[in-house]
């Protein structure tokens, strides 16, 4: 479903709370980039996606990476996957060579 785009916008968002303004965050930071794209303060709820552009995240839903949703999702998945014999490329995304 990812991969065809068929996967909502609302299900790909990631909020977050700003803890300090945009520009007191390291250059490449997601929390810089999608702040300072949304001019957002401390304090403020922003939603964000995965990208490839400088810091892995952005705003713009145009940029989204569907290859950096898989990552995250293999990260949270793959050990648990693994000790009851799954494998996730295999088992769950079915296909081998998407993530290496």
């Known amino acids: 479903m990812m991969e065809s785009g068929h996967v909502s916008l609302e299900d790909l968002a990631i909020k977050l709370t700003l803890q300090k303004n945009p520009n007191d ?55 648990s996957l693994n000790a009851m014999g799954y494998n996730f490329l295999r088992d769950v995304v079915k296909i081998n060579d998407i993530l290496d």
Do not use: C, H, W
């Open 25 to 79: 965050y390291e250059k490449n930071s997601f929390q810089r980039v999608a702040g300072d794209e949304l001019a957002a303060s401390q304090g403020d709820l922003i939603i964000y996606y995965k990208s490839d552009i400088a810091g892995g995240g952005t705003s713009n839903p145009n940029l989204i990476s569907g290859r950096k949703y898989l990552q995250m999702l293999r990260t949270a998945t793959e050990d």
